[in-house]
């Protein structure tokens, strides 16, 4: 399984981005497709998860702004980022939890500056 992640950009607080992460498999077959992210001098976190069960889950410091959401025909999971704060400004990686390991999708970067 391949991840593709792409959206990222910059833009100034309070604004919006939409992230995809595209899979090369199905996402219904995965435990869990989310997203990470990693902050210059910072370690990687967890940002958002959305499970094949349909639950979602969320880091509680973009929980009320961010938004995690599934296209399973399309195999494509979405982040969609309102309220944008300097600090949120990161790489964030796409995430899958495989029925056996994990894999991890290339980076794309989030700048949120003014």
């Known amino acids: 399984v391949q991840l593709q992640a792409s959206g990222g950009g910059l833009v100034q607080p309070g604004g919006s981005l939409r992230l995809s992460c595209a899979a090369s498999g199905s996402i219904s077959s995965m435990n869990a497709v989310g997203w990470y992210r990693q902050a210059p001098g910072k370690q990687r976190e967890f940002v958002a998860a959305?499970?094949?069960?349909?639950?979602?889950n969320y880091a509680d410091s973009v929980k009320g702004r961010f938004t995690i959401s599934r296209d399973n025909a399309k195999n494509t999971v979405y982040l969609q980022m309102s309220s944008l704060k300097p600090e949120d400004t990161a790489v964030y990686y796409c995430h899958a939890d495989l029925l056996f390991g994990e894999q991890w999708g290339q980076g794309t970067q989030v700048t949120v500056s003014s």
């Open positions: 959305s499970t094949s069960g349909g639950s979602t």
